[in-house]
């Protein structure tokens, strides 16, 4: 059976399970692309998401309309050598 991961569906998932409802339309290609790229190589990443600070008397249209969400690869352990 030849079967191929699609990394690009796989990372979609995992940062939309990560990402409030409110701010799904945040998740971009560029986002989903960095993900992927992560699990090819066969890493993990963390989600994040960044809102801008609060501003006084500052109108936004909606709050939920304004952040940015990105992935940062989480970097492996090291390995312990353990001696008895």
């Given at each position: 059976?030849?079967?191929q ?7 979609k ?59 940062t ?12």
């Amino acid at each position: 059976m030849n079967t191929q991961t699609d990394f690009e569906a796989w990372a979609k998932l995992l940062i939309t399970r990560k990402v409030p409802e409110k701010f799904s339309h945040l998740i971009n290609a560029e986002v989903v692309y960095s993900g992927a790229d992560i699990l090819k190589h066969g890493g993990s990443f963390e989600v994040h998401l960044e809102q801008p600070s609060r501003i006084p008397n500052f109108k936004a249209p909606s709050e939920s309309a304004w952040g940015r969400i990105f992935v940062t690869p989480i970097a492996p352990r090291a390995v312990r050598a353990y001696t008895n």
